[in-house]
């Protein structure tokens, strides 16, 4: 097993008994929504967006420990923005992660319900954490001017002629801008002066860009088993994916680029940046 | 006019403006998503809650100005629940306010999106305030356990037998805790005291029920016109309703013994509380 691989088990364990800890038990009052909650999360999620606040955190000399509160909201927030992404209204998914989206176990409105719940738990980590700064930073990231910003467009780019500045603006806040808030929260966590900051910030962009291109690839080339959702799912869908603006062979060298790009920002930084740099690359030779 | 409708007038207009302030322009990419944001907060509502907010702030002797993230933040996340309350998937209501409801006006999938949107900006603008405190007021009232909670027995309960239990957990928990958490946000921005913390919540416990109560009187007893929306909507959604679990005559009884009790705990305040009595007798002589 390679250093990556150990400190990806490591973290995504210490992920799922945090995520575990932080959601009411599912008897709790009422039932079917603390169910839908905890089936929404524990589920075998790769946990990158928290894993990336963890290890950046770590970069500055930070115990994993000190960034829990970041890591479980950004990993609570993206959860509840794929329950609502899988709604009939909007991408109408059966399978998320090989298992029935929430809406098919649990009915439509439970399902709206339950990605409420989860993002408005995710603020609530973070004020119990006594940070309004890190609150901010999720709710600039989330919010109508960046995650709901990019699924706005992206549904509403469906069918449409592939636009170049189009498929830059959806990735970039669909999401690229939610691993931005993962590793500037880490970043925060740790006690980053500006300069870091800034950089770190560069370097997440461009890794979320990377990843977001990458996934987009692996739709058209990859199969459902390896996926654990319907692959091609985004032609038939007529999303706009990267590949379908620019072609494959540039979306490819374009995640080959951003990656290289984002591991030259990382060498400007003064600290031992190797983790980080393993995470960037693994998440662009990653299958599913 | 009388001292409480100049009040309300004037609060309400203060409101209006904040909440105009708050929010992205019409013109902020997407578009489409901060026209709806607007349409669905500046649409003539009563402000009831933010209200409350600020005139428990003023009971402390604080300025209007120095509540107004919090009145803010507790109405944007009101009119998020509004605009998932009505999708098809739960109530199917195509009026609110006498106005076309969000999905009617902007479909499905941009409702979803701007219920998420004005969520997450409720927690933006606590996150600015730079208060976690309020933040964790909101999201403890707001969530699973809170008002996502009782949408989720209020759909559930559609069609049930009527049941005495079930009624108030509905109420306490998709009306009443909001205006509890209106009313001690107020009283945290104020510098109240733990003993005059626990006297507002339970002074906002009651007025809560009541005023629920008094909406589900109201929508069996008014008409279309008063009310903006089709009266009468409850009992043609099989909701269980107050009157429908104990008569009509008990739950008019109801309000007037929770409105007296509130009024009460009032009173053992070292405080000038008049406003705050009016707020609480309106609330339940209200038409609409």
Known sequence: MTELSRYLNEKQALMDTALKDCLPAEGTRPAVLH????????????????ILCIAVAETFGTRPKAALAAAVAVELFHCSTLVHDDLPCMDDDDLRRGMPTCHVKYGEANAVLTGDALMIHAFHILAESGSARLSLELAKAAGSMGVIAG???DLDA???KPNA???EFIHMNKTAILIRAAVR???LVGGAAEDELETLSLFSEKIGLAFQIEDDILDETSTDEVLGKPAGSDA???KMTY??????DVAAEKVRSLTSEA???LNMMPRNTHILRSIAEYLVSRRS
Request: hydrophobic share 40%; aromatic share 2%; charged share 20%.
């Open 165 to 167: 500045g189009l498929i």
């Open 263 to 265: 591991v030259g920002l």
């Open 35 to 50: 169910q839908a909650m905890r089936y929404c999360v524990l589920n075998g999620g790769k946990r990158i967006r928290p």
């Open 151 to 153: 699924q706005v467009e």
């Open 243 to 248: 590949p379908a603006v620019h072609g494959m």
């Open 236 to 238: 038939e869908q007529h």
């Open 158 to 160: 469906e069918g449409k």
């Open 185 to 187: 929260m880490g970043a």
